[in-house]
């Protein structure tokens, strides 16, 4: 049974480019959320997803947004990339109740 | 309203000795409190989770406690093993509302078990 499945697992992106990140959520779930983790913190909430319609957003600017298709996967777009922008992007999914939340290995995305 | 504060931000604990973490939280509407465990370069994954209605729950050799009153829920790793290395997470959520499915993350706790 395959769990969250995250790509790509590393990449580099110039300021003020844009980047797409991918997720593939567990099977059997079909919510499916964002968190930015920076380095030796906690992960931060961005945003969930549910039914292809944004249903939660945390604080982070309009830059952030965010797709989720009819298979239930989802992607993170991240327009013009800020030095601070440096994360591990982690997909979380969870079934239709909640909970419990499944996490990917993430992307490590590292803007110069 | 929405912080979980975990502490300490590390621990050094010698193998076969207990591991406790411990974390605070402010908002009485959160029901649901999990502990992750993450290792470098992977995602968290879910170790133990916990709901208000219980006092305690335990896991092979992962305990939860968890004080309603005082608002405030700990681990314990017992007979830590080198393994057991990595750094841990509380959260917290609440169910319903516009906050619904939302994780709340501690900073995080960075264990490290010696042989």
């Known amino acids: 049974d395959a769990g969250v499945t995250q790509s790509p697992t590393h990449l580099i992106k110039t300021r003020g480019q844009q980047v797409t990140l991918r997720c593939s959520p567990k099977s059997g779930h079909d919510t499916v959320s964002w968190y930015q983790q920076a380095l030796g913190q906690g992960p931060q909430f961005i945003f969930q997803?549910?039914?292809?319609?944004?249903?939660q957003r945390g604080n982070f600017p309009d830059r952030f947004s965010g797709h989720q298709f009819p298979n239930y996967s989802s992607e993170l777009n991240v327009n013009a990339l800020l030095l601070g922008d440096s994360a591990l992007y982690l997909c979380a999914s969870s079934p239709a109740g909640g909970r419990p939340y499944t996490f990917g290995s993430g992307t490590r995305l590292t803007v110069v | 309203q929405q912080q979980v504060k975990q502490s300490p931000q590390s621990l050094i604990v010698q193998k076969g000795g207990i591991s406790i973490i411990n974390c605070a939280y402010e908002?009485?509407?959160?029901?649901?409190f999990p502990w992750y465990q993450q290792f470098p370069g992977k995602g968290p994954a879910l170790l133990i989770a916990i709901r208000p209605d219980v006092s305690e729950k335990k896991e092979g050799r992962f305990t939860i406690s968890f004080n309603k009153s005082a608002k405030q829920f700990s681990l314990h790793i017992m007979d830590s093993q080198p393994g057991d290395s990595a750094t841990y997470f509380c959260a917290a959520s609440k169910a319903g509302g516009t906050s619904y499915g939302k994780l709340t993350f501690g900073q995080g706790t960075i264990l490290t078990v010696h042989p």
């Open positions: 997803y549910y039914e292809e319609e944004e249903r």
């Open positions: 908002n009485t509407a959160f029901d649901y």
